[in-house]
Every structure is written in structure tokens, then in C-alpha cells.
């Protein structure tokens, strides 16, 4: 289930309610089943609805415990006993539907700037224009800035600096953070599919996680996870300017320099470091102590302790010589052509 602290339930919900609202076809001996959530296939419950639009999931979706799954006609066999089948063509739109109608984001309803409803320990300091809403949690000597934003539900560690500006929501921090002016954690990944109508926008049911002394620099922006958590680890430190996508996994003493960008679902290891605009792929993993030179493009794993640069990036000598004959070449071409 999404966190109850930053995400409302509107279930229960029937499967032939759910069918009516996505165009799926449900069986007559099923249509009164009910559900309370969405959920990913592996950890879904016998009270959620999932989905499955890939083949080479198949044998996830035959573990399943879901009450309830989307699936294209082709795979209707693969549904377990007990797990009811809604039979579309679209089943990630289609889930995603399902996820409207049973989740909905908190958010603040009062018009006083600190809700009454917020815990604040001693020591707090918040600057003039702020917002903290209803059941945030401030922990003893954090400062909050001048026309900051800190959502429903978020707890904020103690002695951390929330910059001017910065939006802080579906968010656990810890201590020590550090969070710039004007950066944003917490808001909605990026996520779409395509639907009867046009693209459908695929809720983000996850939290952001920032352990303990993390740093986010000026303007970064921190997606909370589609369902999983995004999640920063201990002592990171996140340029100016960087993005990082949903579900990504940050490990500890990181470093992120400016117009970084981490696609979705990417796991980096403890040490990693980025140079500036550096680029990665969705999925991607990258091992303990790797280096990404400066504005690389990284579209497979790197293992553990390389460093990589270039577009397709690749290990740094083999860049380097491919550089330097590329080079040589282009050189051996101009002095030919000037005599």
C-alpha cells in the first residue's frame, strides 16, 4: 500500500467498476470482487489489483498474490488460480486508471503557512513565507527558509537547512541534510503510457528517502518513486542542477556534479562519482567506486572501480585511444587534402 502519510485510500473499489472505468473485460463470477490499492506483481496482496504488459514477466505474474490483474488477451493463461483477470489491451494505462481511482495525493487544505497539526521540536527556525503541512515532522535545530514548501507527511531529520524556495514532499529525511534554494524533492517521476484517449500519466505512488548528511544542490530535482522508493544514501553530495529519476538507487559518499542526469530504476554503488552532465540510462547499474567522466553517455552497467567517459560511454583507455586515432585520422585527411 502507498504510505498513508502522504497518499489518501479511496477503496474499496469492485473489479467491475474498475472494468467499466479502464474497457477491460472481467468475468460475471468476479465483477463483485473488491480491491483496496494497486500494486507492483511482486508485491502485490489479495486486496490490490497489478498488471502485466510484458511476456518476459510471465512467471512473476504466475507468483503473484494479487486479487486482480490487468493482462492483454495473449496472456490470460498465465493468470494464477484465485487472481482474477481483467482481459485489456492496454494493461499499463488501464492500471494506471485503476491507480486515480484508488490513491490520491494529500494535500494541504489549511491556509495557515504552518499547520497546527505539524510537529515541530524545539529549536525549529522557520523563515518568514514557509509552508509546513499537515503532520510534517521538523526535527530540534532545522532550519526552514524563506518561502520553502514542506508537504503533508514529510519528517525532516534534525539539524538540517532547507534553502528559499526549495519543495520538499513525499519526502524522509534524515540529519544533517542539506537542501538548496530552490530545489525540489518529492515531486512526480516521469511516467506515461499510451491510452484510448492519448497519454495517460502514470501515478507515482513511492516516497524519496535522503539518509543522513546528504547535500542537494541548488535547483536539483529528486522524483519520488513510481511504487518503490527513490533513495539517497548516507553522505552523497548532489551538485547544482542534477536530475534523479524515480525508483533510483543512490548509494553512500557519492558524488554528483552539475546537469547530472540518472534515468529511472538506475542502482549506483557507494563511492560512485559523476562528472558534470553526465548521462545515464534507465536500468542501468553502476558498481562501487566507478567514475563517469564529464558529459558521458552511459547506457550499459559499468562495473565496479572503472571509469568510463564518452558517448556510448565506454572504459576510459579504450576511449581514449578511439579519441586519439579518431584524432590522427582527421588530421592524416586535412594534410592530404592541403597539398
Given at each position: 500500500m502507498p504510505d498513508p502519510r502522504f497518499f489518501e485510500d479511496l477503496g474499496p473499489v469492485s473489479l467491475s467498476e474498475l472494468a467499466a472505468l479502464t474497457g477491460a473485460q472481467v468475468a460475471p463470477a468476479d465483477a463483485e470482487r473488491t480491491v483496496l490499492a494497486v500494486s507492483i506483481l511482486d508485491r502485490a496482496e489479495s486486496t490490490s489489483v497489478t498488471f502485466l504488459s510484458d511476456r518476459r514477466l510471465v512467471?512473476?505474474?504466475?507468483?503473484?498474490?494479487?486479487?486482480?490483474?490487468?493482462?492483454?488477451?495473449?496472456?490470460?493463461?498465465?493468470?494464477?488460480?484465485?487472481?482474477?483477470?481483467?482481459v485489456t489491451a492496454a494493461p499499463q494505462a488501464a492500471y494506471a486508471l485503476a491507480a486515480q481511482r484508488l490513491h490520491r495525493a494529500r494535500t494541504t487544505a489549511s491556509t495557515e503557512l504552518v499547520s497546527k497539526a505539524a510537529r515541530l521540536e524545539e529549536g525549529v527556525r522557520i523563515a518568514p513565507g514557509a509552508v509546513?503541512?499537515?503532520?510534517?515532522?521538523?526535527?530540534?535545530?532545522?532550519?526552514?527558509?524563506?518561502?520553502?514548501?514542506?508537504?503533508?507527511?514529510?519528517?525532516?531529520g534534525r539539524d538540517c537547512e532547507i534553502g528559499a524556495r526549495a519543495v520538499v514532499g513525499f519526502a524522509l529525511i534524515g540529519d544533517r541534510v542539506r537542501?538548496?534554494?530552490?530545489?525540489?524533492?518529492?515531486?512526480?517521476?516521469?511516467?506515461?503510457?499510451?491510452?484510448?484517449?492519448?497519454?495517460?500519466?502514470?501515478?507515482?505512488?513511492?516516497?524519496?528517502?535522503?539518509?543522513?548528511?546528504?547535500?542537494?544542490?541548488?535547483?536539483?530535482?529528486?522524483?519520488?518513486?513510481?511504487?518503490?522508493?527513490?533513495?539517497?544514501?548516507?553522505?552523497?553530495?548532489?551538485?547544482?542542477?542534477?536530475?534523479?529519476?524515480?525508483?533510483?538507487?543512490?548509494?553512500?559518499?557519492?558524488?554528483?556534479?552539475?546537469?547530472?542526469?540518472?534515468?529511472?530504476?538506475?542502482?549506483?554503488?557507494?563511492?560512485?562519482?559523476?562528472?558534470?552532465?553526465?548521462?545515464?540510462?534507465?536500468?542501468?547499474?553502476?558498481?562501487?567506486?566507478?567514475?563517469?567522466?564529464?558529459?558521458?553517455?552511459?547506457?550499459?552497467?559499468?562495473?565496479?572501480?572503472?571509469?568510463?567517459?564518452?558517448?556510448?560511454?565506454r572504459p576510459l583507455k579504450k576511449w581514449m585511444r578511439e579519441t586519439a586515432w579518431l584524432s590522427k585520422m582527421a588530421n592524416r585527411r586535412g594534410d592530404g587534402a592541403g597539398q
Amino acid at each position: 500500500m502507498p504510505d498513508p502519510r502522504f497518499f489518501e485510500d479511496l477503496g474499496p473499489v469492485s473489479l467491475s467498476e474498475l472494468a467499466a472505468l479502464t474497457g477491460a473485460q472481467v468475468a460475471p463470477a468476479d465483477a463483485e470482487r473488491t480491491v483496496l490499492a494497486v500494486s507492483i506483481l511482486d508485491r502485490a496482496e489479495s486486496t490490490s489489483v497489478t498488471f502485466l504488459s510484458d511476456r518476459r514477466l510471465v512467471e512473476r505474474l504466475r507468483a503473484t498474490k494479487a486479487g486482480a490483474c490487468f493482462v492483454p488477451p495473449a496472456l490470460v493463461e498465465a493468470v494464477p488460480p484465485g487472481c482474477a483477470a481483467l482481459v485489456t489491451a492496454a494493461p499499463q494505462a488501464a492500471y494506471a486508471l485503476a491507480a486515480q481511482r484508488l490513491h490520491r495525493a494529500r494535500t494541504t487544505a489549511s491556509t495557515e503557512l504552518v499547520s497546527k497539526a505539524a510537529r515541530l521540536e524545539e529549536g525549529v527556525r522557520i523563515a518568514p513565507g514557509a509552508v509546513v503541512g499537515e503532520g510534517a515532522q521538523i526535527g530540534r535545530g532545522t532550519v526552514i527558509g524563506a518561502g520553502a514548501v514542506i508537504g503533508p507527511g514529510v519528517a525532516i531529520g534534525r539539524d538540517c537547512e532547507i534553502g528559499a524556495r526549495a519543495v520538499v514532499g513525499f519526502a524522509l529525511i534524515g540529519d544533517r541534510v542539506r537542501i538548496y534554494a530552490g530545489a525540489v524533492v518529492g515531486e512526480a517521476g516521469f511516467g506515461a503510457t499510451p491510452g484510448p484517449a492519448g497519454l495517460i500519466d502514470i501515478p507515482q505512488l513511492g516516497r524519496v528517502i535522503l539518509q543522513d548528511g546528504v547535500t542537494v544542490g541548488a535547483g536539483a530535482c529528486i522524483d519520488r518513486g513510481a511504487f518503490d522508493d527513490t533513495v539517497v544514501g548516507e553522505n552523497t553530495k548532489i551538485d547544482n542542477l542534477v536530475q534523479i529519476a524515480h525508483n533510483v538507487r543512490v548509494g553512500r559518499n557519492c558524488v554528483m556534479a552539475a546537469h547530472t542526469g540518472i534515468s529511472g530504476s538506475v542502482v549506483i554503488g557507494d563511492g560512485a562519482q559523476f562528472g558534470g552532465r553526465a548521462g545515464i540510462a534507465d536500468h542501468v547499474t553502476i558498481g562501487t567506486g566507478a567514475r563517469i567522466a564529464a558529459a558521458a553517455g552511459v547506457m550499459k552497467d559499468v562495473p565496479p572501480g572503472e571509469t568510463w567517459g564518452g558517448s556510448p560511454a565506454r572504459p576510459l583507455k579504450k576511449w581514449m585511444r578511439e579519441t586519439a586515432w579518431l584524432s590522427k585520422m582527421a588530421n592524416r585527411r586535412g594534410d592530404g587534402a592541403g597539398q
